[in-house]
């Protein structure tokens, strides 16, 4: 379901599309970097696709497959997560090697063995409650988000409730807002958090520190709301 505010002026002045990518996962990372990465600010640039992938056929005596490898570009430490089916995805940075991420696989072997059984054991909603849910999204998001539009004085040309698997929520060029339907199980101010992220994109098409200071104005509390995605957005998925 789409809801769309009659008679929005185009948002051209924008380029590109900015996604939440706050995590579905929990994840693990080396306390230390590899020796030629130089320190880079965490909200002053946004993360680049990773550059390769190396997927790993599972085998009976590997006990970690299915396992892939990422490089990436922008990532300043080994980093592992168990992905929604179990995969374990591992983050190599810049100036690391495959060698450094098996090592740091093998050190994590206990975590790994956790997440995936907690995976295994954490209940899921009924598809009728799935149901019931999307249609409440539907209703409550669009209305809320041209609420909080209206309080800061901006135009919000169109907004889609989606089923997206890795986004909280995106915003595009010329105003259209993408939310996923899983905000109606948050809390309501980590909901309204996502919500100001999106809108805020709409003065700052990127996450820079001048992004960044736009939220907090708007959103006080939004790195204690941040910590409660970290938290409990895995439990969403």
Not at 30 to 41: D, E, H, K, W
Not at 120 to 128: D, G, I, K, P
Not at 195 to 216: F, I, K, P, Q, T
Request: aromatic share 6%; with cysteine.
């Amino acid at each position: 379901m789409v809801a769309s505010p009659a008679d929005f002026p185009a948002l051209s002045r924008y380029s590109g599309l900015v996604q939440l990518a706050l995590p579905f996962a929990p994840t693990i990372e080396s306390s230390l970097a590899p020796t030629r990465v130089s320190p880079i600010a965490p909200t002053t640039v946004r993360p680049l696709a990773p550059t390769s992938v190396s997927p790993i056929t599972p085998t009976p005596e590997d006990p970690l497959a299915p396992v892939y490898f990422v490089r990436h570009r922008r990532a300043r430490r080994y980093l592992l997560r168990v992905e929604h089916d179990g995969r374990l995805r591992v983050t190599i940075p810049r100036g690391g090697s495959r060698r450094e991420a098996d090592a740091f696989v093998a050190r994590h072997l206990d975590w790994v063995a956790r997440e995936r059984a907690r995976l295994q054991t954490r209940s899921q909603l009924s598809f009728e409650e799935r149901h019931t849910l999307r249609q409440r999204a539907r209703i409550e998001l669009p209305a809320r988000l041209l609420e909080l539009a209206a309080l800061h004085e901006l135009t919000v040309t169109r907004v889609s409730v989606r089923n997206q698997r890795t986004r909280w929520g995106s915003c595009g060029r010329d105003g259209h807002i993408s939310l996923n339907w899983r905000l109606v199980l948050m809390p309501m101010a980590v909901r309204d958090y996502v919500l100001v992220h999106e809108l805020m994109h709409l003065r700052r098409l990127d996450h820079s520190r001048a992004y960044w200071r736009l939220v907090a104005a708007a959103c006080p509390g939004y790195r204690e709301a941040r910590q409660w995605l970290r938290t409990n957005g895995p439990s969403l998925r």
